[in-house]
């Protein structure tokens, strides 16, 4: 029991479920089960699938997540940006609708699910690192305006071909204004400001169910479907059928790129917000278990003619107001959406696609990260033109592109930055034996002797970096003829940095300069003895504090 309470977190709070959580994971489960139903359909279509794809991905997958999965609160499901990749990455191979679209989407469900799986049982959900958090927010604020501007063929009644190009989009649809459908813009915009209002009057209103429902019943009273306005149509009821996806090799080579970026980009989108309730609710929440119940949720929305799914911000911020306690609360939203797919398909007839519309351009909105462009304008300027990259990398090319881009972009500069990493020349604060930047305070410099501080890891690619500011600097006062290095700040020191170290000092040896050290971590302590350097450097150049190494170097004069 114990092994299956490590591996399967059900075990370890079902037993243990009190009544008193019992109302508020019924009343969370029904209002994200009414949240869900008309935001199902919609990202379905956004993801150029039928609707009722979207309400499968929202029954099974919900289940084997809350019995895998460690988050009490978080809401899996289909949500909008996992919808905008997946007919970015499918769109490219086949025909939005067709057969082997539908195909290739279950296929991709698989390939994340068994991506995700296999990064939290070899624990690798530290490779999610990579995506520097400038990345996510340029990325996701691109891809929802891409999202956004996708939907307008649905809210003005116009024929526009599928794209990521927003330009095109509105380009197309300024050039075709005269034959936009007035009703159906009129829905949309109804569509728009319901939710809106509903939203700012309280996050608990189901707001997409009640607009879906204001909306169908207008154009089933007015027959509006028969004078243009485009609706769902026919949607087949019963729950999902099992079936092995069926796939030839050159499918997976095609769509791998596409795979690893939901697998990842749905991973950071769920962890972030499960995170930040969890501490909220003071708990922890396990990253490799995240990624185990989400690929295992993944698979079997692939093994049930599902796209795939992973946690979403605005239901999982829905459920946790709503009072979930426990993982219960999203097998109650499951039951009622396979409910929903048994008996009342037939309501969905009459719902007009301008809604749907309307309901995926409010969900996004709030992806648009406003805040972290202010932010990191103020904070860390060289962040924001990361992020700005990312951003026009997305827009302008693709959203595939822009993503691997960004990651990219961000090891380059991580590692420009460490191979110039920022460093300062120490001197004493007067009557104190501590040591400080010379450029933020007005310290005490000793003649004759250089103390500098690198803050970085000492190797190979800021090795000539290192030599370099030492060349600078004792050329700029030849009278130096002792050089102390505070390695407080270095924590690694690699096997091309410790040449580097034996270099300089036969070099600075030749001109009678000595080498001091003050303030090794005994990781980097213990490379220097195997080395060698230690031991030629001498115990007597080597002190816990830099007070002492300078100390030692004057005497030395």
């Excluded at 909105?365 to 033109?385: A, G």
Aim: proline share 4%; charged share 15%; hydrophobic share 50%.
């Amino acid at each position: 029991m114990n092994a299956l309470k490590q591996w399967i977190p059900i075990f370890h709070w079902l037993p243990n479920y009190q009544k008193r959580d019992l109302q508020g994971d019924v009343i969370a489960g029904v209002t994200v089960a009414m949240m869900l139903i008309p935001q199902a359909m919609s990202y379905a279509l956004l993801a150029g699938l039928d609707p009722i794809i979207g309400l499968y991905a929202s029954i099974l997958p919900l289940i084997v997540y809350a019995v895998f999965g460690t988050s009490k609160q978080l809401a899996v499901g289909p949500v909008a940006m996992v919808a905008l990749l997946v007919t970015s990455g499918v769109g490219a191979i086949a025909e939005s609708g067709s057969q082997t679209y539908l195909q290739l989407t279950i296929t991709l469900a698989l390939m994340v699910g068994v991506i995700q799986l296999a990064m939290g049982i070899f624990r690798l959900g530290f490779l999610t690192n990579f995506m520097s958090h400038p990345v996510i927010s340029g990325f996701t604020s691109a891809a929802a305006l891409i999202i956004a501007f996708s939907q307008l063929k649905h809210i003005v009644g116009l024929p526009l071909p599928r794209t990521e190009n927003i330009l095109e989009v509105i380009t197309l649809t300024a050039q075709s204004f005269a034959e936009i459908h007035g009703i159906t813009f009129l829905i949309g915009l109804f569509g728009i400001g319901v939710l809106l209002v509903l939203k700012k009057i309280s996050p608990l209103i189901p707001g997409p169910m009640v607009a879906v429902i204001l909306a169908t019943v207008i154009v089933w009273y007015f027959d509006l479907h028969e004078v243009g306005v485009k609706i769902v149509g026919d949607v087949p009821a019963g729950l999902p059928p099992f079936q092995f996806p069926s796939f030839e090799v050159q499918d997976i080579t095609a769509l791998l790129p596409i795979a690893l970026t939901i697998s990842f980009v749905g991973f950071m989108e769920s962890i972030a917000v499960a995170k930040k309730i969890a501490q909220e609710k003071r708990y922890e929440i396990e990253s490799n278990k995240e990624l185990v119940g989400l690929g295992l949720a993944n698979i079997v929305a692939a093994f049930f003619k599902a796209m795939p799914v992973t946690g979403g911000f605005s239901r999982t911020a829905v459920n946790n107001n709503a009072g979930a306690n426990t993982g219960l609360a999203a097998i109650i939203t499951s039951i009622l959406i396979a409910i929903a797919s048994l008996f009342f398909t037939e309501l969905f007839y009459y719902i007009p696609k301008a809604i749907l519309g309307s309901i995926i351009v409010v969900a996004v909105f709030s992806l648009v990260d406003i805040n972290e462009i202010k932010h990191l304008f103020k904070v860390k300027p060289s962040d924001l033109l990361l992020l700005i990259f990312t951003m026009l990398v997305t827009l302008l090319i693709g959203v595939v592109e822009g993503i691997f881009s960004g990651i990219i972009a961000s090891i380059i500069w991580f590692n420009i930055r460490t191979t110039r990493p920022h460093y300062a020349v120490l001197g004493r604060l007067p009557n104190t034996q501590e040591y400080r930047n010379q450029k933020n305070y007005n310290v005490v410099l000793e003649p004759n002797v250089l103390t500098l501080r690198f803050d970085a890891q000492f190797y190979f690619g800021n090795v000539s970096f290192l030599k370099e500011t030492i060349k600078k600097h004792q050329q700029a006062d030849a009278n130096i003829q002792s050089i102390v290095m505070d390695a407080s700040a270095i924590n690694q020191l690699d096997s091309s940095a410790d040449t580097a170290l034996h270099e300089l000092v036969d070099d600075y040896r030749q001109r009678n300069i000595k080498f001091y050290f003050s303030c090794v971590k005994y990781p980097v302590l213990e490379v220097m003895k195997r080395s060698g350097f230690y031991q030629k450097l001498g115990a007597g150049r080597f002190f816990l504090n830099t007070h002492l190494a300078v100390e030692a170097a004057k005497s030395d004069l």
